[in-house]
């Protein structure tokens, strides 16, 4: 992908598009994110998540990530019961806002063989992590292999639990085929 093209899907990127181009595309490259459906499916989560590049951190209050911290929300995400500041330390993270205790681990595992991002957390907010961290997401959810068969609302429930942004997230993909399918 050139950055004419990643402009052009995200238009609202500016100048963030330069900053994450090289980083995308060697995180896509990395995880087989290698047609231009898969691209377009990724690229239009991403966008939606990340606010076209602009967040690589979770928008919320204190009080907001405290559904992180305590409950059954925060038990499935794999942080501690007791109100301590998971919520805040591990909140979403990175391009595709990596959420929880849990998949802090498992995306450490994965990029760094260890568990560095529990104690580094903000690392998911440098490009080259964020960029990792949801390419790294996408392929180990299936995503690619649903991307293949064009079931968007599938992958949106994967990575939002449920429909949000839908509208925003099909207008996203919309733009990523028109861009990256039309060769």
């Known amino acids: 992908m050139t950055l004419a ?30 047609t231009p459906q898969r691209a377009a499916a990724f690229l239009a989560q991403i966008g939606h998540e990340s606010g076209e590049l602009h967040y690589v951190r979770e928008l919320g209050s204190d009080q907001y990530l405290t559904k992180y911290d305590t409950g059954s929300l925060a038990a499935r995400l ?19 806002q990596i959420t929880g ?11 760094f063989a260890d568990d560095r991002l ?12 964020a960029c990792e961290s949801a390419a790294w997401f996408w392929q180990s959810n299936g995503l ?22 839908l509208d925003d997230r099909l207008q996203l993909w919309a733009r990523a085929k028109a861009v990256l399918c039309a060769s």
């Open 101 to 111: 205790r849990r998949n802090y681990l498992a995306c450490s595992q994965a990029l």
């Open 144 to 165: 690619n292999e649903l991307a293949d068969k064009g079931q968007f609302t599938t992958i949106t429930r994967r990575i939002n639990g449920g429909l949000n942004g």
């Open 5 to 34: 093209q990643l402009q052009q899907i995200f238009p609202r990127a500016r100048s963030l598009a330069g900053v994450f181009i090289s980083s995308l595309n060697l995180a896509m490259l990395n995880r087989q994110i290698n």
């Open 78 to 96: 794999g942080n501690t019961p007791e109100a301590d500041g998971d919520g805040q330390k591990y909140r979403g993270r990175g391009l595709i």
């Open 118 to 129: 529990l104690l580094q957390p903000q690392l998911l907010e440098q490009p080259q992590w």
